[in-house]
């Protein structure tokens, strides 16, 4: 290869890589408002900020083509990601049942054990039809209120192990799932998993043992430790940093990259697609885009519940939001330690956009961490609805050379869109 060749390819390769991420758009387009975005763009560090906005171009077959575009992005920087994990390990959940290949598993009757400290049993489920948990009342219960119980389920029956072979299958490699949510899970607790025993017509069809993952997941990343000080597992005030080096990491690249391949397999090779199949996609798309309020078995009502309640991105997560009739959100959301992310994708189907939309955002001003007293209402969700909003109008402008066909996104939702 001459010089001269092995110049050119270089100079390509970093011309290709530079096109990957542009970093200036974003930028400019909340510098475009200072009235919404002035505060945090002031000192966006303090806040955290990090957004990846993705626009989607169909050609004439309408395959979807991706543009990126970023703000801030820095996979080095931790932030905690909450529920956000719960998507992946109900994919993953999924592709378990897909592979045992037991007839009805996902509607079977799931009921679990114990076997270590600290674990619980589960042998009924009222939210459920049937009135007994299963696989598909859990992911339902993800999907619409983000439920961490039932996310705790579907990782006791995945399997810490197997969920994080899978991120690796994937090429999630920022990204390690390694504990339940809301139960002060970690250490040895976190690494055993609970028996589960799936039964269908009082006859059981399959039981996955208890199981101890013994691997370690180690993460060296900045912002691990954060705070002045945090409240302990007594109650306690404790003026040292807080310590997430053994939590859950799901940076917002990893976030994106599982919606895209979950809402368009089409556009990667077969062998990099989740192994999910016809219904099990219609399944996930039907109920992470459904409002609470329009599901019956689980149901959810007001005031506790509302439209909005898991839409951070466009609504702010309002009860009193107006809901768009047209506009459906397929998002995964997740709020703790001062910190609010959604990683989203967002149709209208009027006047035919679409666009995915990631963000998170941070405010925690007394700098205590687990004392429950943080921005969410007054900084993190206002400044999400905002740039969900910024972000439709810059899309209903955009010319596109091919308008989508956006049919395999839409949904009859049992309750007839009861939007209010």
């Known amino acids: 290869m001459t010089t001269r060749l092995l110049l050119l390819l270089v100079f390509l390769s970093s011309v290709a890589c530079a096109q990957k991420a542009d970093t200036v758009f974003l930028k400019k387009l909340l510098q475009s408002r200072p009235d919404l975005f002035g505060s945090i763009l002031k000192h966006p560090a303090q806040n955290e900020v990090q957004i990846i906005y ?22 080095k920087h931790y932030f905690y990601p909450a529920s956000t994990v719960k998507l992946p390990a109900a994919i993953f959940a999924l592709e378990k049942a897909n592979r045992l290949g037991i007839k009805s598993l996902k509607i079977a009757d799931m009921i679990t054990d114990s076997a270590y400290s600290g674990q619980t049993r589960i042998m009924t489920d009222t939210s459920s039809e049937t009135g007994n948990p299963s696989i598909s ?15 705790n389920r579907i990782y006791e029956f995945a399997g810490r192990e197997e969920i994080n072979k899978k991120l690796k299958k994937y090429g999630l490699t920022n990204t390690r799932i390694v504990g339940r949510l809301a139960v002060g899970d970690g250490g040895e607790n976190a690494r055993n998993t609970n028996p589960v025993v799936f039964y269908a017509d009082n006859a059981a069809i399959y039981a996955k043992p208890a199981q101890r993952d013994s691997n370690n997941y180690p993460m060296q990343l900045e912002n691990m430790q954060q705070g002045n000080g945090h409240i302990n597992s007594e109650d306690k005030l404790v003026m040292k940093p807080f310590d997430f080096s053994d939590k859950n990491v799901y940076p917002l690249e990893d976030q994106q990259m599982v919606l895209k391949r979950l809402l368009f397999p089409e556009a990667f090779p077969f062998k990099e697609r989740f192994v999910l199949s016809a219904e099990d996609y219609k399944f996930i798309y039907q109920y992470m885009s459904m409002y609470p309020t329009e599901s019956t078995k689980p149901g959810y009502a007001r005031p506790n519940y509302y439209p909005a309640y898991c839409k951070f991105l466009y609504y ?23 910190y609010d992310i959604d990683n989203a994708y967002i149709i209208d189907f009027k006047n035919k956009v679409e666009f995915m939309l990631t963000a998170v955002v941070q405010s925690n001003e007394d700098g205590i961490l687990n004392d429950n007293k943080y921005e969410y209402n007054t900084v993190c969700l206002p400044f999400l609805k905002n740039l969900g909003q910024l972000v439709m109008q810059h899309e209903l402008v955009r010319k596109k050379k091919y308008l989508p066909d956006l049919s ?4 009859i939702y049992s ?5 209010h």
């Not at 993705?54 to 996979?75: G, W």
């Not at 999907?143 to 961490?148: H, P």
């Not at 309750?415 to 939007?419: P, T, V």
């Open 408 to 411: 395999k996104f839409k949904f």
């Open 415 to 419: 309750k007839g869109n009861k939007l």
């Open 316 to 338: 702010g997560a309002d009860s009193l939001a107006n809901i768009n009739p047209d506009v459906r959100i397929f998002n995964k959301v997740g709020d703790s330690y001062g």
């Open 137 to 151: 009342n859990y992911i339902k219960k993800i999907l619409l209120v983000s439920d961490n119980d039932a996310y």
């Open 54 to 75: 993705t626009q989607i171009d169909r050609d004439k077959n309408n395959l979807p083509h991706f543009t990126s575009y970023t703000y801030r992005l820095n996979p």
